[in-house]
């Protein structure tokens, strides 16, 4: 087994492109994703009506700020006047009228809220209207926990899968079961090398994403960094399955599609619970939804081991059961 | 060793690709199996080595049933292709197919060079594979199945893309560690490899049209040209 986790290790060394696919291309995607979705530089313009005098001058320090002299009654008048939010005030308090969820209305939000916890900290929080609702946060502090599993789990799978279809192609994997080794070796060695591989790169990801984008992590970063690594396990094990009935790296390619985006789905992206006819429920099939929702707990609402457990219990239950399937499945190509 | 096949039918889907085939092969010979491409000669040598099941009959290697892992540290086997690891070098292919079957140490070292010499690659091996020719991968795939000194060779195909200088060695080489009792089973289309072999089998189209030594087989046709072999009993 030790053979094959250090044939693993010394070949992906020498494969600048693989190790490149491995390590920077989801740091890369991370941080495009960062700029696209996660805070910028922008400067909010807030419309204020009947606001006091001290409260905008606070707000002016964040935004760009148009003073009206009487509340606008169309819709249109936010995206007329490229106004991100309208902050007003009657005798139920402070309202702020926003167009749609989105980044720009998302950061006008943040400015009138981090102004009204500083002018007044134990008053009513305003009312917020939204024009148009929309599911929408588009905030990577929000979504993190998705694209973290997703596009770790996306390069892992990947990479395994067509590493093992090139060991069958090239008659490597069969050169291979013509010695002693045991097929559970075999898997064993395989699923530890690249596992180890992927583990660096979920550390990598974590630690990424944590201090260099500055995404927010509530809870520890070392339960993140857990769940990454066991994650990536499971898709070294993925990988590995779905190799088996692909005859090409084309063909592997081709279960992109079914195996990838159902991850996508069932990966908090979506709420599950608005999934019609029961199809919620085979959450319980696709392994991301164990990781997403283990991350989900930790980087967002700050839960600890306990409350992940389940599962963590979850993803270790797959790794099991998708190793056996692997060792079995090699039977094809080795009777013992 | 020697190995014995005993009635192989084999089937892909519902054609039969391999008919009834019975065959002896005694330890410390060359034994050919030849036909043209598609006859069934690999399917037949993943048969003997257990790599894949046969619907009928058995194969027996030193008196065990095939498949029995104890058996393949006793056997090289080079498949078709050339079945390396183009991101390492020569050397570290060597040491992981070596460690496979627990040759490590001087005892690898030793080996190594010996095989590395046979196939001329002794000043290549910190080569990354990925920069060889066709030719070069062809031999180091050789030099790995020699590695761990097997005493039952399975080669299929060996010397595809072999200049005719280094496949005189191959064989000289071959033909040197079956005189220390090596049982090697060679399959090959190419007629001029059949005389270097002791014993050869005529498969076609799954059945076995002849088997028998090459002297005798050679006797059986018209004018003693090796090239006849393929056509023996084509029009019975």
Redesign the interface.
Known sequence: MLCILKRILIQIKNDKRSLGLLLIAPLLVLTLLYFILGDSDYTPHIAVYSMDKAYVEQLEEKASITKLTKLPKENSYLEENKVDAIAWKDSKGIHITLERKNTKSAKALKVIQNTNEKLAPMKISPVIHYLYETNDENQLDSLSYVFLGVLSFFFVFLLSGMSFVRERFSQTLERMLMTPISRFEVIGGYTLGYGIISAVQSVLIILFTVYVLGIHVEGSVFLCILVMILMSFLAVSMGALFSIFSNNELQMVQFIPIVIIPQIFYSGLIPIDTIPLGLGNLKYIIPIYYTSTALDKVMIEGKGLMDITPFLTGLVIFIIVLFGINVLSLKKYRRL | MNIEVNQIEKYFQKNKVLNQISMTIDSGKIFCLLGASGSGKTTLLRII?????AEKGEVIIDGMKV????L??R?G?M???????D??TAW?NLK??A????IEGTTFIENAEEVLQVVGLSNEKKK?VRNYSGGMKKRLSLA?TLIHQPKLLLLDEPTVGVDPVLRKNIWNYLKKIREQGTTILVTTHVMDEVLECDHAALLRNGHIIANDTVENLLSATTDGRIEELFFLGENE
Do not use: H, V
């Not at chain 2, 080595?49 to 099941?53: R, V």
């Not at chain 2, 498949?79 to 390396?84: G, I, V, Y």
């Not at chain 2, 460690?99 to 627990?102: E, H, I, M, P």
């Open positions: 080595m257990g790599a894949i099941n498949p029995n892992r104890t393949l540290s056997i086997f498949p078709q292709n050339d079945a390396l690891y991101e390492l570290d992981f197919f460690g496979l079957q627990k990354l790995i």
